[in-house]
């Protein structure tokens, strides 16, 4: 996906999403992170569910989204 060529960095929400992109893009090996490695935890996946699962993954990307901004700061990827 020409998309994802120019990305240095690529979030996704479960580990799931994660190996299909590294499946089918092997090259991203190395750029793609679940958006909650840092509290080793999936962020469900609200597509196509109730508004309730849209609030609960907004809860988990707002607790986790500091993580991923000092990273960019500093300039550094996860290990």
């Not at 679940?34 to 508004?51: C, L």
């Not at 907004?58 to 500091?66: G, I, Q, V």
Request: charged letters at 30%; aromatic letters at 14%; hydrophobic letters at 40%.
């Amino acid at each position: 996906m020409d998309i994802l060529k120019w990305a240095d960095l690529v979030l996704v929400m479960e580990a799931g999403q994660k190996t299909e992109l590294i499946h089918r893009y092997p090259w991203l090996e190395g750029k793609i992170f679940r958006y909650g490695k840092s509290m080793r935890v999936d962020v469900p996946d609200p597509y196509r569910r109730p508004e309730s699962a849209f609030v609960l993954a907004w809860n988990y990307l707002s607790k986790l989204t500091p993580y991923w901004v000092d990273l960019i700061k500093k300039g550094k990827m996860p290990e």
